[in-house]
């Protein structure tokens, strides 16, 4: 039989890793990281990356501790939670702020999404993490 102590740690142990489980949920299955390197006299570091969502995976909502900017190689249509239908064309791009919410979409249609993103991020911190509760 367990002491008590020792149910309070292996709660704990398992608490920590459902929030591991959870945060590297938020990371694309597809991502295929290309390069990393530390930014040279910062404790922040830069993450190429590419990425491919087909119809039906959904861009979790999720911040970055750092900044993200993305380059869309192949567009697709893609669906907000609340219904509506937005093109994501070939040849866009944009940065998306530190801590800032983003993503909550899923891909519909016939056309993967392909996206190149750079991070530029804190060092040790995860790449994908969990937008806050409002």
Do not use: C
Not at 40 to 55: D, F, I, K, P, R
Not at 76 to 85: I, L, S
Not at 95 to 119: A, E, S, Y
């Amino acid at each position: 039989m367990l002491s008590i102590g020792k149910w309070i740690v292996a709660a704990a142990a398992a608490a920590a890793f459902i929030g591991t489980a959870q945060a590297q949920s938020l990371e694309p299955k597809s991502r295929q990281e290309v390069k990393r390197s530390d930014l040279t006299g910062t404790s922040m570091e830069v993450v190429l990356s590419t990425a491919e969502y087909q119809a039906g995976d959904i861009l979790a909502l999720h911040i970055h501790h750092g900044e993200e900017a993305f380059y869309v190689l192949q567009g697709a249509t893609a669906e907000t939670p609340d219904g509506k239908q937005i093109k994501l064309a070939t040849g866009a791009g944009s940065i998306n702020p530190r801590d800032v919410p983003h993503g909550g979409l899923k891909i519909v249609g016939d056309t993967p999404l392909k996206l190149l993103t750079v991070h530029i991020v804190d060092k040790g911190k995860p790449l994908y993490d969990a937008a806050p509760k409002k």
